[in-house]
């Protein structure tokens, strides 16, 4: 009988510390956010795909020369003087996301975007033309709502 009554006590008082754990969160500010359709805004110096502004990019070479896992190709053709882009391949497959060819082009041509959402079911998609100006829409709304 006593050690009845020791456990209902026991039970209870973990019951109310419990209860006053849950209480005390309860009433606090939500911290969490309900993704996939909430999303926590990357900051500026985060690392995601690798995208182009093609009017800056002066055919330099210099992205495709320093990436360390060889993910970059570009081909160009040659109007006098004047170097123009014509392929601008990426393969995110392979790229480890260093930022290397971001620090390294001379006009800011090419940057890391925020966008962190890669999950592909066709590997082809990994392949990626960053001339194409539409090469991001499937990752950049992948909001499910
Ligand atoms: S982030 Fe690094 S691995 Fe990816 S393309 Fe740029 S240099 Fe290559
Ligand atoms: S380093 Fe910049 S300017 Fe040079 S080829 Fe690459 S993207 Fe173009």
Redesign the pocket.
Known sequence: MIKLAKNFVVGTWSLIKGLAVTIKYFFRPTVTLQYPTEKQPMSECYRGLVG?RPE?????????KICPTACLA?THKQEDKKKTLETFKYNMELCCFCGL?QQ????S??IMTNIYEISVYDRKKLDINLLDMKKYDEWTNTTIK
């Open positions: 182009l800056k990019c002066i055919v330099c070479y210099q992205c495709v570009i060819c390294v082009c001379p006009t041509a090419i």
